[in-house]
């Protein structure tokens, strides 16, 4: 809540995504902003007994507009294949929720070349959908490592992303890169061919780290 109002009160437009406990008060903290709200996780399911899940239309109910769907610690860490992954995008567009879609390879998957490969396959999940917010490349490599991709590799796969988008009818979707992003690397990663924006993991966290990210978003627009 400290962060939403503060970033409020800079009257930026960040999309911020709490965990579910606090998507109410910080709902309540961005009234009158710019700044959207969003879920970490939705539940594939309309309505029944699963004792646990967050529906769409709670999601919604909680004043979000977005949602992310595929973000690398679902798919590798849950498990989470094309299937699930597809019935929740089917679940948050039917109650208006927009997804921010996550692609991305492991360590073990770029070192096979299999990156290229990987990230088809996720993107492949797109095929048929419209109202969706956006695409993240998450390499997880490069998340809570340390590690970053380099400029050009991420020039590289953003460029291969969009190809597939156009094939797939998503000519405008926007793509945002994920790993590792910090304030003495956001204005690079943004500013190459591509590269739509970030989406922003540990360092969102510190106020003022998030502030410099948003700084050079905006230096490049």
């Not at 993991?201 to 050079?216: M, T």
């Given at each position: ?16 995504f ?9 709902h ?9 709200l ?56 039917e ?48 998340i ?8 050009g590799?991420?020039?590289e ?12 009818g ?22 190459q ?29």
């Amino acid at each position: 809540m400290e962060l939403a109002s503060a970033l409020k009160s800079d009257g930026r437009n960040c999309w911020l995504f709490p965990a579910f406990p606090h998507l109410a008060p910080v709902h309540d903290a961005l009234i009158g902003s710019g700044l959207k709200l969003g879920a970490q996780d939705v539940s594939p399911e309309a309505d029944g007994a699963f004792t646990g899940d967050v529906s769409a239309e709670m999601l919604a109910d909680t004043g979000c507009s977005l949602v992310l769907v595929g973000h690398s610690e679902r798919r590798h860490g849950h498990s989470e294949g094309a299937n699930l992954l597809a019935r929740k995008l089917k679940r948050a567009l039917e109650a208006g929720l927009k997804p921010l879609y996550c692609v991305g390879e492991t360590l073990e998957q770029r070192k096979a070349g299999k990156a290229q490969a990987v990230v088809k396959d996720h993107l492949s999940t797109l095929a048929g959908t419209e109202g969706i917010a956006a695409v993240a490349y998450e390499p997880v490599w490069a998340i809570g490592t340390g590690e970053t991709a380099t400029p050009g590799q991420a020039a590289e796969m953003h460029a291969f992303i969009r190809e597939e988008l156009k094939k797939l009818g998503l000519n405008k979707l926007p793509i945002l890169y994920g790993g590792s992003v910090k304030p003495d690397n956001a204005l690079e990663l943004m500013s190459q061919p591509d590269v739509d924006g970030v989406l922003v993991g540990g360092a969102s966290l510190e106020l003022e780290s998030l502030r410099a990210i948003d700084d050079a978003a905006r230096e490049i627009k």
